[in-house]
């Protein structure tokens, strides 16, 4: 997992459902982190980020076009 030892965080990759409209772009660069609902919309996984999944993780965040991604730091 890709922990940020100073404040002990793990990263989840999260989406705003109210922001999104299901383009999909997100599924293409993040296959592994992203699936899809019968509507298309994403479905995130909820494990912690490891720094392959990180890196894949800011590219779709990047390429989102509703800025409906975002990378959460948390504690659990
Ligand atoms: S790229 Fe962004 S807007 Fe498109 S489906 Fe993914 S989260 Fe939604």
Known sequence: MARDSRHGL???LR?????CDGVGICGHLA??????DSWGY???TE???DQRDLNR???AVAA??????FIQ????
């Open 42 to 44: 994403p479905i995130v």
């Open 64 to 69: 989102c076009p509703k800025r409906a991604l």
């Open 10 to 12: 793990n990263r989840r």
């Open 15 to 19: 989406v705003n459902p109210v922001a």
């Open 73 to 76: 730091d948390s504690r659990y």
């Open 57 to 59: 993780a800011t590219a």
């Open 47 to 49: 494990r912690a980020l």
């Open 31 to 36: 296959a592994e982190l992203v699936r899809f």
